[in-house]
């Protein structure tokens, strides 16, 4: 059993900046994606940002933003505590969303439970 807590959400105005961090615990296998999804409401959840690790040999990482967030948004992994974080900043009112933890491991895919985020023009 895999469970993922987010933690860093809250009421930000317009401009500002938010760090959210996630931190997985129990059973993890190799970790291979960690994600940050999100979901306004009366919308679709959408994937925001995605760090991936290469390869086992390089264990190099890379990164993949949507583009409504590229430039503000800075996703960081520490494979050593298995935590995941979403710098944002510059933030705008339609980043207003519930932020979901996802991860990837070779047990499946798991998710956190969402923090809030909201940003006020």
């Known amino acids: 059993q895999v469970q993922l807590v987010e933690s860093g959400g809250g009421l930000v105005q317009a401009g500002g900046s938010l760090r959210l961090s996630c931190a997985a615990s129990g059973t993890i296998f190799s970790i291979n994606d960690m994600s940050w999804y999100r979901q306004a409401p009366g919308k679709q959840r959408e994937l925001v940002a995605t760090?991936?690790?290469?390869?086992?040999?390089?264990?190099?990482?890379?990164?993949s933003y949507a583009d409504s967030v590229k430039g503000r948004f800075t996703i960081s992994r520490d494979n050593a505590k298995n935590t995941v974080s979403l710098q944002m900043n510059s933030l705008k009112p339609e980043d207003t969303a519930v932020y979901y933890c996802n991860i990837v491991d070779a047990g499946g895919d798991h998710w956190g439970q969402g923090t809030q985020v909201t940003v006020s023009s």
């Open positions: 760090i991936r690790t290469s390869s086992a040999i390089f264990r190099g990482t890379t990164s």
